[in-house]
Structure formats: structure tokens, C-alpha cells
């Protein structure tokens, strides 16, 4: 069977609602960061029980992706997505109504359930009906990851300014109803005679959990959940690699455009996104600026991916998927440079500079891997690749943060702050480098390979 492939001016209608609902999973995952001391005080809890507020978002979000790529196979994008988005705005709603923490965190779990699934078969459905037009519109779909985490705490921190912590859910729920229903207008209709397979039962039982305690334990420093995380990660490569259809095929990865954008995410997560943890705690700690003033101070990062990415498909149709990898990565390193410098008090004009460059250089790196990584694949392929996409884009950025972090708290033991941060940006600049092997074996020519039967 011949899909045809969508004209413009629909691809971007549709881009564009694909694009709300990126934004409002990347923005509640953020945007609560800024408001848990207002919640601890208002609910009277302890912090250490109210921190499970961000956690139970991202344990469920994490566990959600990997059933992704089946439901989109088995029930079709358009039901799969509206369904995503139905329970993200109504666990957003309840979360603005919770009466205690425990209610709260039972609330995130809802939400995280519905923000894990809208990512991944987001990218799926545009990916499928984009076609051959995905490597010019995928700069423009891939945005949000780049500017919606600066935009979280700025949202977060004036809402709770103004009108209290409740407001950081309530706020978003209009958004919430707006993207379903124009998504009930501009998603595609579900395709005749979907994928019937099973679902694989005791993948599911390995691979969500395994994800969920794997990143979990990382993020906050569980060692015991990580262990296991990545035990059941483990046996579930042995299940996968015996299973008649696994939940998530690994057989994905023989394909040498997936496997190269693969190790690519997996390394662009682990060294430059996760070093992101580090911008936001050094303007907290050192210069000592509130969440919202850190949030602004890296508006230029988040600029600079901006309009390299508003370009990216005509810089990828111009010098191809490896010239703009290798240059992407390329600015990203000089735009650390200064950060390893903070021990001898770089100017802040100087970092500013530093933190454009940088963003430029991660918004050229995006778009030739999103776009290598979906246009080797047939069509019938691509819900399950965008699956493992997002697994492989979390296992990197929990193994890079976790590393970053460790690295920061030994060397705050041993010298001032400025200096050990300096040295955690020259390991994350190191990690950075390694970016540049993968890079090396991507595709000169942009053009996409794959059917579209």
C-alpha cells in the first residue's frame, strides 16, 4: 500500500499541533522544578517526600515510551496521540486540584504517563507523513526539545510568582484542551488493517520497569535502583534477542543509518545535553541568581538552537548530514571552552557569547541525526524506531547526568566552586568530543532512501 505524501502547507498544520504537544510534556516535565518549596509549605510535607513530584512524572514517562511503538502499530498514531494528550491535560488538572502529596504524585504519574507517550509517537506520525520532506520540516518538529527547557523554569517561576503553585498546572491546561482538539482536526486518519501482534508481555515486565528504576536511579542518585534498572535492561536484550516480536526490536539497530543516529543520540545525550545540569546549578550556586533569573541567563542557548534549527533543513540539503553533524558538534565544543574557564572568572559577556555558540552547535547536531535516523527506515518501521529512539535519548542523558553529577560533588569536596565547576565542564567537554565518531559515519548526501509502502 502507497501513502501520498502530504503537500506543505498541511505538513505544517500538522507540524505545528505535533509541536504543541512536544512543548507541553517538555514544559511540565521542567516547569515544576521552581515550585516545590512552594508545595512542600502549602501542602505540609517534607521536601524529601514532595521531590517525588518531579520523580513520578519522570518514572512514568519513562516507563510509558517503550509501549509506544506498539500501540501506535496495534491502535494507529491519531488515536494513540489524542488519547496521550486526554491524559496529560486531565492529570494536569487534577495536579492544580491536589489536596495532599501523596494525591499530588498519584496525579504526576497520570500526567508522566501521557507526556512519555506524546514525544515518541509525535515524531512517529509526522516522521510517516512527512516523507521526503522530513529532512527540510524536522529543524522546525525537533525545537521544542531545545527551547522548552529554558522556557519551563521562566513559566514556572512567574506563575508562582503571581498567582501560587497551583497555577503551574492550571496554567497549562487550556493549552492542553487546545491541542486536542485541534489535533482532532489535523492528525491523519488511522490507516485500514493495522499492525494485530501480540504485545510482548514479559518485554513490557523487563523493559518499562528496567527503564523507569534505570533512570530513575541515576537522576537522583539511587544506586540500588540503577542496579537493578539495568539488570532488567540486560535481561531484556536476552529476551528480545529470542522473541518473535519484541516489544522493542533491536533489530533496528543492523540498519547502519539507525545504528550511526543511534550511537549518535545515545553519546549527544550523555555528553552535551546532560551538561545542561550543569549551566542552571552554576549560575545558582555560584553567582547565586534565583531559578527564573538562572533561566534567562541561558536564553542565548536556547536562541542560538532556535534559528539554527528554524535553517536546518536547508543547511542539511546544502552540505549534508555529516558536514552539518561534524560542524554542529564542532561549535558545541567551542562553545564550552569558556565554561572549563570558570576558576579565573570569564566575563559574563564572554559566556553569553559561549552559550550562543554552543546553542547554534546543538541545533545543527539535531537535525541531520532526527532526520538520518527516520529516513533509512520503510514507513511501517518507523513507530517502532522512534520507541527505541527515545529509550537510547534517555539511557545517554541519564548516564551522562548521573556522571556529571558525581564528578561536580567530588570536586565541590576539594576546592571552591567556580574551579570545580571548571573542571566538570572540561570532563563534559572530553564526553563532547567522543560525539565526533559517530558523526564521522553519517551519509554526505541528505537524500532519504526510504519507501514509503
Partial sequence: MTTAVRPDKALWR???????????????????????????????????????????????????IPLSGWLTDRFGGRAV???????????????????????LIGFRVLHGLGGG?????????????????????????????????????????????????????????PLGVATFLFARRLLPAPEPGGVREPLDVRGIALLSPGLGAFVYGLAEGVVVAAVAGAALLLAYGVHAARARSAVLDLK?????????????????GASL??????????????????????????????????AVLLMGGR????????????????LSLLGTIAFTQLGSSPGGVLLTVSLLIRGAGLGAATTPGMTTLYGSLERSRIPRAASAFNVVNRIGGSLGTALLAAILHHELAGTAAPTAFGTTFTW??????????????????????????
Avoid at 258 to 267: K, P, Q
Avoid at 278 to 284: H, R, S, V
Avoid at 315 to 330: K, Q
Fill in 117 to 173: 507517550l506524546m514525544q515518541p509517537v509525535g515524531q512517529a506520525v509526522f516522521a510517516q507523513e512527512a516523507g521526503p520532506a522530513l529532512g527540510r520540516m524536522i529543524g522546525v518538529i525537533t525545537l521544542p526539545a531545545t527551547v522548552a527547557p529554558a522556557l519551563g523554569p521562566m513559566l514556572g517561576g512567574a506563575l508562582v510568582a503571581g498567582f501560587g503553585w497551583r497555577w503551574m498546572f492550571f496554567g497549562i491546561v
Fill in 428 to 453: 563534559a567537554l572530553a564526553l563532547s568530543a567522543l560525539t565526533l565518531v559517530p558523526a564521522a559515519f553519517f551519509p554526505k548526501s541528505s537524500s532519504p532512501k526510504r519507501s514509503l509502502a
Fill in 14 to 64: 500538522l507540524g505545528g499541533v505535533l509541536i504543541m504537544g512536544a512543548v507541553l510534556s517538555i514544559l511540565d516535565a521542567t516547569i515544576v522544578t521552581v515550585g516545590i518549596d512552594s508545595i512542600a509549605r502549602d501542602l505540609r510535607s517534607p521536601l524529601t517526600t514532595v521531590q517525588w513530584v518531579a520523580s513520578a512524572y519522570l518514572l512514568a514517562a519513562s516507563a510509558a
Fill in 252 to 268: 533496528l539497530f543492523r540498519d547502519k543509518g539507525f545504528a550511526v543516529a543511534s550511537a549518535s543520540t545515545f553519546l549527544l
Fill in 81 to 103: 496521540w489524542l488519547t496521550a494528550v486526554a491524559l496529560f491535560t486531565a492529570g494536569t488538572l487534577l495536579c492544580g486540584f491536589a489536596w495532599s502529596a501523596p494525591a
Fill in 273 to 306: 545535553y546532560s551538561s545542561m545540569l550543569l549551566l542552571p546549578l552554576y549560575y545558582q550556586q555560584v553567582d547565586h541568581a534565583s531559578a527564573l533569573q538562572a533561566a534567562l541567563l541561558l536564553a542565548p542557548q536556547a536562541v542560538g538552537s532556535a
Fill in 315 to 330: 543547511l542539511l540539503a546544502r552540505f549534508g548530514p555529516r558536514t552539518m553533524m561534524l560542524a554542529g558538534i564542532t
